[in-house]
Nanobody, 128 residues
Framework: EVQLVESGGGSVQAGESLRLSCTAS????????MGWYHQPPGDECELVST???????VYGESVKGRFTISRDNAENTVYLQMNGLKPEDSGVYYC??????????????????????WGQGTQVTVSS
């Protein structure tokens, strides 16, 4: 059974940093693309970043230069370092694991199962 457990969320002031972690089990983590989605209050999930098995990363335009995704295959963990946080970064952050080596959606309803497995999310609140 695939399990993804996020941690590291919290409440911070604008300009501060947070580091999210997602520990995975139940599948071949090292060979899997991983990613993070962001769900603003009342909205769909937006793709923040993905990291492939070879370590190559893709970022959404709104986080380029501020967020960094990384992975530790020995620990089955993917990270999202978030610097220069803004109030619009607030929301729930979900870790996702690729299921079928297919396309990932830049915007989708959260927990969509036809391309990824999802964690339960971690809340990030950024105050101005």
């Amino acid at each position: 059974e695939v399990q993804l457990v996020e941690s590291g969320g919290g409440s911070v002031q604008a300009g501060e940093s947070l580091r999210l972690s997602c520990t995975a089990s139940g599948f071949a983590f090292a060979g899997s693309k991983m990613g993070w989605y962001h769900q603003p209050p009342g909205d769909e999930c937006e793709l923040v970043s993905t990291i492939s098995s070879d370590g190559s990363a893709v970022y959404g335009e709104s986080v380029k230069g501020r967020f960094t995704i990384s992975r530790d295959n020995a620990e089955n963990t993917v990270y999202l370092q978030m610097n220069g946080l803004k109030p619009e970064d607030s929301g729930v952050y979900y870790c996702a694991a690729d299921r079928f080596r297919g396309v990932w959606y830049w915007s989708t309803w959260c927990f969509r199962p036809d391309f990824a497995s999802w964690g339960q999310g971690t809340q990030v609140t950024v105050s101005s």
